[in-house]
């Protein structure tokens, strides 16, 4: 039996979005796929929506949970004054994946993020470009990456000085906690390496806004990319 596919155009995404943006879905024997299956999922909610036809275009049926995407805030308290950087503290925190959506979409993110803040890490995914924590203000700093501008004076779009610490992106991901915490969970100064900075802050508790869930949130973008916001609130 001859396989019958085409391609049809999404006129009505109904609030999802897909890999690669790719706004059509295949269509094999009368079943509908969006494009890029198997990994076709909604980005923001991770739905593998159900579709209608209508007039030679698909239309989305269920609505996406998270239209506009997802701004993640969480709290962590730094009563030590001492912040760890990292890109990673596991296994002295980790999350139970059992307990999340698909990580690979922006809702599964936003519960692994509060998985992490309830155990004491303020955690976040990245890219693989340079990341760092800068200090803005007394007690205000952003989790960032600089743009440079390679065509002109190459000068960082965040002055050098502002940065407490370098973060590896090899594994596209920070991670922040409590110094003197981290060490009452098992945590081992042995273990740390150059990625790893030890920062003094304020005590008290921070409030961390995470950008990078945001409809729209680009990497590629010119100019400073702001993977989070980091303000002392109390």
Not at 25 to 33: A, D, K, L, T
Not at 70 to 94: A, C, E, Q
Request: some cysteine; glycine content about 8%; charged content about 20%.
């Amino acid at each position: 039996m001859a396989i019958r596919s085409k391609r049809l155009p999404v006129s009505e995404a109904n609030g999802h979005q897909f890999v690669n943006n790719e706004a059509e879905v295949n269509v094999f024997n009368g079943e509908m796929y969006p494009a890029g299956f198997p990994f076709g999922g909604c980005r923001i909610c991770g739905q593998h929506p159900t579709y209608e036809v209508v007039e030679e275009a698909a239309h989305v049926q269920e609505p996406c949970s998270h239209p506009d995407g997802i701004t993640t805030t969480i709290t962590l308290s730094v009563p030590s004054g001492k912040l760890l950087v990292s890109d990673n503290l596991r296994p002295v925190y980790n999350w139970g994946d059992d307990a999340l959506v698909d990580y690979n979409c922006v809702l599964g993110r936003d519960r692994a993020i509060k998985a992490m803040a309830a155990i004491g890490c303020a955690f976040g995914p990245a890219s693989d470009r340079s990341l760092g924590l800068y200090r803005t203000e007394q007690d205000r700093y952003i989790i960032a990456t600089p743009w440079i501008d390679f065509d002109n004076d190459e000068t960082p779009s965040i002055p050098d000085e502002t940065c407490l610490a370098q973060i590896c992106t090899d594994i596209w991901s920070y991670a922040l906690a409590d110094y003197e915490h981290w060490l009452s969970m098992g945590g081992d100064p042995e273990t740390l390496d150059s990625g790893d900075t030890v920062v003094n802050v304020t005590p008290g508790t921070y409030q961390f806004v995470h950008h990078s869930g945001e409809r729209g949130f680009d990497v590629d973008s010119e100019g400073t990319v702001i993977f989070a916001h980091v303000d002392r609130i109390a």
